[in-house]
């Protein structure tokens, strides 16, 4: 079994950077590993289509199929593992029992490793969102290259 220790490490990194720059959480979106930040945080790869939930306090979620669930709940990276029938009523539901009012996600015009997120995913995720919550959206690049900078020193 793969040894999450590096992984925990990034997470936690993570977390603290969202305290500092107050945004509520940090969701990476991906299918297939389409999001390759997947590798850095969480470390665990996805088949079918998954979500990383990560808080500024600290809680973990993933949102993942019932084939792929098993290996996300053996990681022990996450506070809670949401194996889903409907992707989307599982991932909507879960953003708005968490209620963020600042959300990270994985783009970025300046930054390829932040730019994660393919249109398609995204607009998918806004179509089965809209009108249920808002939030303002900002860019992962705010923190990950500052983190992938001090796990490498």
Same mark, same amino acid.
């Given at each position: ?29 991906? *299918?297939?590993? *389409? +999001?390759?930040?997947?590798? &850095?945080?969480? %470390? ?8 990383? &939930? ?7 979620? %993933? ?5 792929? #669930? ?7 990276? &996450? ?6 029938? +409907?992707?989307? *009523? ?13 959300? #990270? ?6 930054? #390829?490793?932040? +730019? ?23 860019? *992962? +690049?705010? &923190? ?5 900078? #001090?796990?490498?020193?």
């Amino acid at each position: 079994m793969k040894n999450f220790e590096f992984h925990n490490r990034v997470i936690h990194d993570v977390t603290e950077k969202l305290k500092e720059l107050d945004i509520d959480l940090y969701l990476i979106i991906t *299918s297939e590993g *389409s +999001d390759k930040m997947t590798r &850095f945080i969480p %470390g665990v790869d996805t088949v079918g289509s998954g979500a990383f &939930f990560f808080t500024k306090e600290g809680k973990r979620y %993933g949102v993942a199929s019932t084939i792929d #669930a098993q290996d996300v709940e053996e990681s022990g990276l &996450f506070d809670e593992v949401v194996r889903y029938q +409907d992707y989307e *009523s599982a991932v909507a539901g879960l953003l708005e029992r968490l209620n963020p009012k600042r959300v #990270a996600l994985d783009f970025s015009e300046t930054d #390829a490793e932040c +730019d994660g997120l393919t249109l398609g995913r995204y607009e998918h995720y806004k179509s089965h969102i809209k009108g249920q919550m808002e939030y303002t959206e900002v860019s *992962s +690049d705010l &923190f990950i290259p500052q983190v992938k900078a #001090a796990v490498h020193q």
